[in-house]
């Protein structure tokens, strides 16, 4: 029987604090009952301080991709031309999606270790002025880079273009702000940043997309729809059906813990791991996937597999022998490149995972002097306070 | 502030075991971990034997509404014909879904306070020989009735037509297999009788569902496919994307003590329970909805409001005043009648809601000797005994 | 395999609330961190309040009799002359203590079912002028009276006697303040009425029982000083040694949504919830142990088992076949009476117990009326209201 | 505020695993449920295996010095003839227990960072051959280092002389069995290497213990009786009072959970962590206290601070900055020495605490090569392998 592992440095589900697991066994109250009505409504309040936005929140439950979905069935009708900036797998995905609906899809595509440019974005609109809805991730996570997203914003202002963003990976990790982007639909996850479990899915909306939804009759009736939830929790605090009442609990916990530390610390203190978990990577002789660290993401640092060692034998070594969780890639990068996710973003797990990290790859026959990576990551991390958090 | 209820007696979210509810704070580990790929494994096998099936069973990641649109999709495809038995609210849910996928939907009525009769299945194929598809709910729970799905499946029996069950607030409560009433697809609930958190929907599919899916293409790459779970978790066990960990394991642990106690000593004590609060009602002065305890459910018992009591005053005394918890009708009932479920069925829970069900009606001018409903109830109960399970 | 238990209507351990079990089980900080002294400081702070005292409390890390051991060997020395005030078991055990550490026992004794006259300890004080020290139990629960203490404190009023109460069972429950009784050294238990896990003894303490302590050179590095914690924690913020973590973070949460609630909601709710019981006992044709209503105590309820039902069987039976638990009675009244405890003090949990006793008592052979127990508490329940908690 | 702490490297209580933690969380049993009582003695049962004896085990409900204290009041009476052997704070301790009730106290004593050598032993029986009593502390704590206990045993081999072994911080960390060292009474503590809550002390008795209490008149009736728990429990079934019900859960668990990786296991862990620790040291620049590997704990690890540095100073920092918590030493070596405890023994655990450690040390102005400590650590790690618990 394999042991319980010990810390996990991946894209999600993370690590969740004390706090948030307690906050999944508490009694399950009815949904209707005036105390899990305030709660919900007070999650959807605290949800909307991370996304540091006015627009209105509503959560879906369900995967983050139930949530994408949701986005692309509600905006794009057949016919529709969109715009679908691509710098990896879930930039992609989006695509595909809005394929599937009867989207007119234009791909902008850069290699995955390189971000969108804003100024490829105008020069798109200008070969496609007739483009209604763009598609845009924020953390491309297989890949590990991160796309500038106001800078995308900045690109269509003053256009009628409606904008769905992925930010699952980023929302709580990286800075964002609908409004300061001009995005229409963001969709986050609750087990990545915002460290919650699996299983519910915020999405931040704008005034004009709702409009655009009851516009063109976006679905309703279906586990899919976003209007559902305008209908029935914005406008009359009822739910379209009985909520994961226990996931609720735990996200509720999860932003509340956040917003106490700061949305400001946490992102500092994203920041300040991924620099530490980037020079390591430096010290250990290790090459980031994403072509320079301007454009690697704090969430999640992507690390092409040294030569003479196979991704997944060093990922399973790693579990089997040390109890540490990495992430794999997918795609075409999977077997290539491996992944350290940043959450929960503090020292103690980041430098437990490179230590072991360095002690596998060594028993795996890669050449290393121990301790060179850990050293390099303590070096990097001279601001931290806990204190200030 | 609302003091935190006591008990429930509703129709789900229902009131869990202490088991259930720490299972759900244990630390989430990485999907794929082998660890987490055993317990899953292990889950679905635990919701087969309580199935009671050797059809495959999926756990949808959403509400039971997410598996009913996904079995909907999935089987209908626009232009085929499809019966729909009616005998409350949720049966006319399932025509709507049929019809929104473009189903040419016969509906077979009858008043909510009854339930379906087999002949009457028959007379219906014989009008419409061309049905393909049919859906019919075990109990429609507004209406607190159980449809005769064994003899109703013997009413199609031989023919072709795929069956759609819903099963959501049945099973664990409710006698049921998916192949003694001849269905293709039996929708359930994790928050109902199982006895777990609400955000999972376990689902049997039967082969024949699986040929006519592949037949008919229906819908992959998308949040409402079952055939996303047969090619990734039945084919190759892959998830289409990351599972509700928590929810995961709180099933798991909730199937495991049915499983523990013994599904036939789960549904004997349903029965006992269900019986003693219909003798309770009648004790009472209280009218059950059906027209007669033979088809009256055994999870939940519906119960005409009396003369010169508001159901929603009722209720709202009974949450505020005494913490319980029943829960309203829906539809064309709301306010005529309400609602006592049956889930976990245990004498403390039904006498413990029966006695201050007594007490708020008192207070709302009701006349009443007080005790009379629990007398009934405790004499109806001679055959308990928790050593037994 | 028996099943677990549903609820328990004992004398402790009681039914803990949700959120206290849940503290439980929040990481263990180690002892001298911020955090956690902060806590034991908040947690003493609240048991103040709870006592409704401005005397030091402390908190012994042990089940009660190791601070009423502790109370003796700290105030009495050889040769002192103590007034015992003895109406049940643990009045007993009290002068047994005293014993033993070379007390010179005067015992002023009543019969178990009925409690000490004020006039009486007068009568004692005038017959043996030099008592130093007097013991009294509040709520001697094997008989469940409850003894008058301001009155007998008035009794006491202008002398130098020091008073040891053992408030184990009543605190939270009934009516208490030491200084309104000339109380010495009250001691609680974790485990009753103030709602939380067995394992911790509040111990509130008088400055001139301190100065008694200091003067007699009372015991000093062992686990039963008072002095010790005195000297470690009242003085220094220290810990004579490592207290129990976990055990203090339930007795933080148990004693903080005790005075969410109210302390006096608690009290007006236990002696509703008594009141109600011993309506039931009557209806149902069961005689109290006490002699009169007027002495019975709030926290439980001690019943003459009726003739041709053995106690335990009768407890054995409630506990196999419907998962309830009550107390036998203890000493001389083993075999003879049961006991109610009322904590949680809930109508819920009173009904459903009341309710399973009239079915177990039938189960039994004795003749009973459905439903008489219940309709009686049912009908004295009149003021109940969760809201005003 | 301060931030939770991350990770304990403490001397206890230590780190839970999180089974323990919700172990600690579940419904408080009655003491006397059938259920409670199989618990309780599958709990001796277990603890029986990991003390490697046949001994007869009780558990005192309160911290180890409670039992430390039952141990010494047992089985010494006044003018009792003692050897005491002190290396460190706690075998001082227990001679300061010896002389408070009236033993005539021998004192072999060896400088706190050496250990007792056997020989001494011998010469110190010759000198007093009417020793009845012997202490001994099986890792002084404070100091770091691990007395030969079976060495020990056998230079008193032959005589009638009883053996009072303190294990508290050693048990499940260090191989002990009383019967390999002839140790009468062997004292544990909950919340060190057994890795469950302070609040538990379980001792093994051996039948020449037991009739030297029975003969001597040891205790009754007192908290700090072990004749009471051989009366109720051994004897009965029955406890002297209400044990700490949540704390036998969560010790049940921690007992439950290193049986089945295996003790074996978990000493070989616990060697290898702690000789990658004083490899680290060692690479720091660090001196240990004790003046060799060979008698240095597989425990703790006693380190003296560097020259420059104050331990408060380093500990304080630590526990700010970076959420990670270390020991204090005690008595003389308070503000001298800083203490990393073992357990639970796992690289991730010690790999972060080291890396911090040095990065705190670098901020408090030490001069250290960064990754030094921990690239010592990764290196002597080579033959870690969860994969074998």
């Known amino acids: 029987m394999a042991r319980w592992p ?4 991946t894209t999600g589900p993370v690590d969740l604090s004390p706090g948030v697991l ?4 508490k ?3 009815y949904h209707y009952d005036p105390l899990f009505l305030d709660l919900y409504a007070e999650t959807c309040a605290r949800l909307q301080q991370i996304f540091t936005t006015g627009h209105d929140v509503v959560i879906l439950q369900g995967e983050a991709v139930l949530a994408l979905e949701a986005a692309v069935v509600s905006l794009i009708s057949p016919g529709d031309q969109v715009l679908c900036l691509i710098s990896g797998l879930y930039g992609r995905g989006l695509a595909t999606l809005a394929r599937a609906v009867g989207g007119v899809v234009h791909e902008l595509v850069v290699p995955s270790n390189s971000v969108i440019h804003p100024d490829d974005v105008r020069r798109a609109l200008r070969r496609h002025p007739d483009i209604r809805v763009m598609t845009v991730v924020h953390v491309d996570t297989p890949s590990g880079t991160v796309n ?9 202002a003053g256009t009628e273009i409606l904008t769905i963003a992925d930010v699952v990976a980023s929302l ?10 001009g995005v229409d639909i963001a ?23 709702w409009q655009a939804m009851v516009r063109k009759e976006a679905p309703r009736g279906s586990y899919c729809s976003l209007l559902d939830w305008k209908d029935a ?29 700061g949305l400001e610390n946490r992102l500092t203190g994203f920041a300040a791991i991924a620099n530490a978990c980037r020079a390591a990577m430096g ?18 640092t992507a690390v092409c597999a040294p030569e003479g060692v196979l991704e997944a034998d060093l990922l399973a070594h790693l579990r089997r022998r040390y109890g540490v969780v990495l992430s794999r890639s997918e795609g075409e990068l999977a077997g290539r490149v491996f992944r350290i996710g940043h959450a929960p973003a503090h020292p103690t797990t980041l430098i437990a995972g490179l230590g072991l990290l360095e002690r596998s790859l060594i028993d795996l026959g890669y050449a290393l002097t121990p301790g060179a990576g850990v050293g390099a990551a303590l070096a990097a991390l001279t601001g931290w306070n806990d204190s200030a958090f």
Chains 1, 2, 3, 4 share one sequence.
């Open 148 to 156: 500038p997203l106001p800078q995308i914003g900045d690109a269509i």
């Open 283 to 300: 010290s250990m002789g290790l090459a980031l996937w994403p072509t320079s660290n301007a454009i690697a993401s704090n969430v999640v």
């Open 187 to 209: 969709v986050a996850g609750s087990q990545k940043c915002l460290g919650a479990p699996p299983g519910l899915a915020p999405v931040a909306v704008s005034p004009r997309a």
């Open 233 to 261: 929790w914005l406008d009359h605090h009822r739910f379209p059906y009985a909520p994961s009442v226990s996931l609720i609990y735990a996200l509720h916990e999860a932003a509340g813990e956040l917003l106490a530390e």
């Open 22 to 25: 307690q906050a999944a066994a």
């Open 172 to 181: 709580g990790g990286e800075p964002f702000s609908p409004e300061a982007s």
């Open 6 to 9: 010990r810390i996990h440095l």
């Open 27 to 29: 009694p399950v109250l």
